[in-house]
């Protein structure tokens, strides 16, 4: 860039020493160089076409949602969002299902009980809906519950039980002598008679 004094000194226009400081504040204030020109014009297009391009892309999304109905979506995502928390609930219910059934399958296992249907029957009873409370991993009641069934169909043995037949396989047991059988004729058959 030239100065603006050489420029004029070159045009023979002899400016005083005492006026250069106003040009110079005067020509800052209204006027800029070539350069920054460039520089502000070049950010100024680039800028232009940043933006051109995100319209021209949200313009193109725009188009895709052309003739949609604003309502049907939201019903469809009420929809979806009431499927999930139906498919929640019922994987919940699957699995604390389970985990009651493993926990009444450990309890019947320590009781003795061994009768597949019996273990049903009991089981549906105890998880039905009006059966035992289940809290903190465990139903409430369930011994007394399973003594107050046992003595109605008795479907295991009680601590008691177990502790007497204990007591009668350690007694000792008293043998008679040995009792021969006599030999009884065996029926006779009769003969086939051929021809």
Do not use: C
């Amino acid at each position: 860039m030239k100065n603006i004094f050489t420029i004029l000194s070159e045009l023979e226009i002899e400016v005083p020493d005492d006026k250069k400081d106003a040009i110079e504040n005067g020509l800052k204030e209204n006027y800029i160089t070539r350069a920054e020109h460039d520089k502000k014009l070049t950010k100024a297009e680039t800028d232009r076409d940043t933006w051109k391009e995100k319209a021209t892309t949200a313009e193109e999304a725009l188009k895709g949602f052309e003739g949609v109905d604003k309502e049907a979506y939201e019903k469809t995502i009420a929809e979806l969002q009431k499927k999930a928390e139906e498919a929640e609930t019922k994987a919940t219910a699957q699995i604390l299902a389970r985990d009651q059934r493993d926990y009444l399958k450990a309890e019947f296992d320590k009781l003795g009980i061994t009768s597949e249907r019996t273990r049903k029957s009991l089981a549906a009873d105890i998880m039905g809906d009006d059966g035992l409370k289940w809290k903190d991993g465990a139903f409430l009641g369930l011994s007394d519950y399973l003594a107050q069934e046992n003595e109605k169909d008795h479907f295991y043995k009680t601590e008691e039980e177990k502790k007497q037949d204990e007591a009668e396989e350690k007694k000792p047991k008293f043998t008679s002598p040995k009792q021969t059988i006599k030999d009884e004729p065996a029926e006779q058959k009769p003969i086939p008679k051929i021809w």
